[in-house]
């Protein structure tokens, strides 16, 4: 850190990682404000800052490296910040950087504080337990549905869910099938659901979420609750329920609901007949697997599912944002996080959740296949997990487009296919960056990606390098009614550029590169050279002069 550095943390305010602080604060109350930055997002704090950004300058001594010792000793567990002493306009500046490790920390004396976006402004308070309970689940360092239930017993666990859970697993192909052998307890213990707690057998958190009778859920878990919830046209409510009951049977009753809500169209593509839904049947069940298994059971808030045909939407959202280390920009990509690790195996085994842990991959590919808009997570933030899944008039052109190819070709076009696909025909044109940020992977995978759409005669491509565009093929184009944004992006012909050239060189005598990029500005420099020298090699055009003054005359 320098003093430009200070200076733009001071220009551009106080914030979640930034604080102004007078030097007048005593040593637990700077350590108590460390502890908040540590226990949020991190940040710098800057001593002899005033409110409104005015450097009023260090009054009293302060020694940097005596003071990261001080922090560390009064702090559980020790942290370790890094304090400047920064001179900046004939005035001191102590800046003290607090690292965000995702760890939970508190004061010696036993404070534990975090750093929130309050309606004034950032401010520090207090952290409870339940919310210290989620970080550590959030950073994978805790899994609440691995807890005991000290006050259940066996007798809170209900035998008609358990035969629910075996008819679960026989009717799922990816379901761990062994498990159809065991007793009761054997599958309770072998999926982690109970355990020993003072010499008796438990329900865990999870145990009694899957098989609990609903009375004891409402009592020992009352955070649990799913809404399923249907607005018609007229915005009217056509749909309100509300249920506690154990997680198979809510995942059962809310396929039924979503079933009775999801109309089909039907279309033919060649001898086949192409039932289309409205919203993605998998998608869907994929997305409220996620919303149940990884939502906070620590917090007060319902699982809600809600359909509005007026759009129509349906969207799933489910409390406690994403898991550490999970973002929108690498959604697609991040390995499998789960916020409750016991619960997750759990859905998987049984065949309800996703067993790779690419459930998001699935419900991207399962939407796109249908020719349908991306899910949409913008909405998820630090509180809710939110899954905007959009509806309306299937797109019959691209689902025969899609079928025909993988006949054809004899492969399932995957997700980076479908989805690069996907945004050719919104955007009109990519580059390779653009795609890789698409579909969340490095510049060579993404390269290779678009060559093999390319392969299938789905795209072409024009220009050379970083500046090489991909665009719909003119058979996709034209199956999709795109027509005339085809030619205009396939640009002239080749014959034509030398035409016009030549046209050029005949009107005014002579002709630069610089002339033919103007003529032509989606061509690089090279491709310029290269139509010059072709119609030079062709006895069209004669060359003169050298390097800078180097141009071409018609013969």
Same mark, same amino acid.
């Given at each position: 850190?320098?003093?430009?550095?200070?200076?733009?943390?001071?220009?551009?305010?106080?914030?979640?990682?930034?604080?102004?602080?007078?030097?007048?604060?005593?040593?637990?109350?700077?350590?108590?404000?460390?502890?908040?930055?540590?226990?949020?997002?991190?940040?710098?704090?800057?001593?002899?800052?005033?409110?409104?950004?005015?450097?009023?300058?260090?009054?009293?001594?302060?020694?940097?490296?005596?003071?990261?010792?001080?922090?560390?000793?009064?702090?559980?567990?020790?942290?370790?910040?890094?304090?400047?002493?920064?001179?900046?306009?004939?005035?001191?500046?102590?800046?003290?950087?607090?690292?965000?490790?995702?760890?939970?920390?508190?004061?010696?004396?036993?404070?534990?504080?975090?750093?929130?976006?309050?309606?004034?402004?950032?401010?520090?308070?207090?952290?409870?337990?339940?919310?210290?309970?989620?970080?550590?689940?959030?950073?994978?360092?805790?899994?609440?549905?691995?807890?005991?239930?000290?006050?259940?017993?066996?007798?809170?666990?209900?035998?008609?869910?358990?035969?629910?859970?075996?008819?679960?697993?026989?009717?799922?192909?990816?379901? @761990?099938?062994? %498990?159809?052998?065991?007793? =009761? #307890?054997?599958?309770?213990?072998? *999926?982690?659901? !109970?355990? +020993?707690?003072?010499?008796?057998?438990?329900?865990?958190?999870?145990?009694?979420?899957?098989?609990?009778?609903?009375?004891?859920?409402?009592?020992?878990?009352?955070?649990?609750?799913?809404?399923?919830?249907?607005? @018609?046209?007229? %915005?009217?409510?056509?749909? =309100? #329920?509300?249920?506690?009951?154990? *997680?198979?049977? !809510?995942? +059962?009753?809310?396929?039924?609901?979503?079933?009775?809500?999801?109309?089909?169209?039907?279309?033919?593509?060649?001898?086949?007949?192409?039932?289309?839904?409205?919203?993605?049947?998998?998608?869907?069940?994929?997305?409220?697997?996620?919303?149940?298994?990884?939502?906070?059971?620590?917090?007060?808030?319902?699982?809600?599912?809600?359909?509005?045909?007026?759009?129509?939407?349906?969207?799933?959202?489910?409390?406690?944002?994403?898991?550490?280390?999970?973002?929108?920009?690498?959604?697609?990509?991040?390995?499998?996080?789960?916020?409750?690790?016991?619960?997750?195996?759990?859905?998987?085994?049984?065949?309800?959740?996703?067993?790779?842990?690419?459930?998001?991959?699935?419900?991207?590919?399962?939407?796109?296949?249908?020719?349908?808009?991306?899910?949409?997570?913008?909405?998820?933030?630090?509180?809710?997990?939110?899954?905007?899944?959009?509806?309306?008039?299937?797109?019959?052109?691209?689902?025969?487009?899609?079928?025909?190819?993988?006949?054809?070709?004899?492969?399932?076009?995957?997700?980076?296919?479908?989805?690069?696909?996907?945004?050719?025909?919104?955007?009109?044109?990519?580059?390779?960056?653009?795609?890789?940020?698409?579909?969340?992977?490095?510049?060579?995978?993404?390269?290779?990606?678009?060559?093999?759409?390319?392969?299938?005669?789905?795209?072409?491509?024009?220009?050379?390098?970083?500046?090489?565009?991909?665009?719909?093929?003119?058979?996709?184009?034209?199956?999709?009614?795109?027509?005339?944004?085809?030619?205009?992006?396939?640009?002239?012909?080749?014959?034509?550029?030398?035409?016009?050239?030549?046209?050029?060189?005949?009107?005014?005598?002579?002709?630069?590169?610089?002339?033919?990029?103007?003529?032509?500005?989606?061509?690089?420099?090279?491709?310029?050279?290269?139509?010059?020298?072709?119609?030079?090699?062709?006895?069209?055009?004669?060359?003169?002069?050298?390097?800078?003054?180097?141009?071409?005359?018609?013969?």
């Amino acid at each position: 850190m320098n003093a430009e550095g200070i200076k733009r943390l001071i220009a551009e305010g106080e914030s979640l990682s930034v604080e102004f602080k007078r030097d007048d604060l005593s040593d637990d109350q700077l350590v108590e404000t460390i502890v908040c930055f540590a226990n949020g997002h991190g940040g710098w704090i800057l001593l002899s800052v005033e409110d409104d950004g005015r450097i009023s300058g260090i009054q009293k001594p302060f020694d940097p490296n005596a003071f990261a010792g001080l922090v560390a000793s009064r702090t559980q567990p020790p942290l370790h910040v890094v304090a400047h002493l920064i001179e900046v306009d004939d005035a001191t500046v102590a800046a003290i950087y607090v690292p965000h490790t995702g760890g939970i920390y508190a004061t010696s004396s036993g404070k534990y504080l975090q750093r929130v976006q309050a309606q004034n402004g950032p401010e520090c308070r207090p952290l409870y337990p339940y919310q210290i309970r989620s970080r550590l689940a959030d950073v994978g360092n805790y899994d609440y549905s691995a807890q005991p239930v000290p006050r259940a017993g066996w007798d809170d666990l209900d035998p008609l869910e358990f035969e629910r859970l075996r008819r679960t697993i026989q009717r799922n192909p990816g379901a @761990d099938k062994a %498990l159809l052998d065991d007793s =009761n #307890e054997q599958i309770a213990r072998a *999926l982690g659901l !109970v355990s +020993e707690f003072e010499g008796r057998v438990v329900p865990t958190v999870a145990g009694l979420l899957l098989l609990g009778k609903t009375g004891s859920i409402r009592r020992h878990l009352p955070a649990h609750e799913v809404a399923f919830q249907v607005n @018609d046209a007229d %915005l009217s409510m056509r749909k =309100n #329920e509300f249920t506690r009951d154990p *997680l198979i049977k !809510v995942f +059962e009753r809310l396929s039924e609901l979503f079933a009775a809500y999801n109309p089909e169209e039907e279309f033919r593509s060649g001898l086949f007949r192409i039932d289309v839904p409205r919203f993605p049947p998998e998608a869907f069940r994929e997305a409220l697997a996620n919303a149940l298994v990884h939502r906070d059971y620590a917090r007060l808030n319902a699982v809600y599912v809600q359909i509005d045909e007026r759009k129509p939407t349906l969207t799933i959202q489910n409390p406690g944002g994403f898991p550490q280390g999970v973002t929108l920009e690498n959604l697609l990509s991040v390995g499998p996080v789960p916020r409750n690790p016991v619960l997750a195996d759990a859905f998987k085994r049984i065949g309800i959740a996703e067993r790779r842990g690419r459930g998001v991959e699935k419900i991207f590919r399962e939407t796109l296949r249908l020719g349908r808009r991306p899910p949409d997570y913008m909405g998820s933030g630090a509180n809710a997990v939110r899954v905007v899944f959009y509806g309306g008039p299937a797109d019959a052109a691209f689902l025969r487009m899609v079928n025909e190819v993988q006949e054809r070709s004899g492969r399932n076009l995957d997700l980076a296919h479908l989805f690069l696909l996907w945004a050719v025909r919104e955007q009109g044109e990519l580059t390779s960056t653009d795609a890789a940020l698409i579909i969340q992977q490095g510049q060579r995978a993404t390269r290779r990606i678009l060559e093999e759409l390319r392969s299938l005669g789905l795209i072409e491509a024009k220009g050379h390098a970083r500046g090489r565009k991909y665009y719909l093929s003119r058979g996709v184009a034209e199956v999709l009614g795109q027509r005339a944004a085809y030619t205009r992006r396939r640009g002239i012909t080749r014959k034509r550029q030398e035409e016009l050239v030549l046209e050029h060189a005949r009107k005014f005598g002579t002709i630069r590169r610089k002339d033919v990029l103007e003529l032509f500005p989606d061509l690089s420099e090279s491709q310029a050279t290269y139509l010059l020298a072709s119609l030079v090699r062709k006895g069209l055009l004669i060359e003169k002069g050298r390097k800078g003054g180097k141009h071409y005359a018609p013969r």
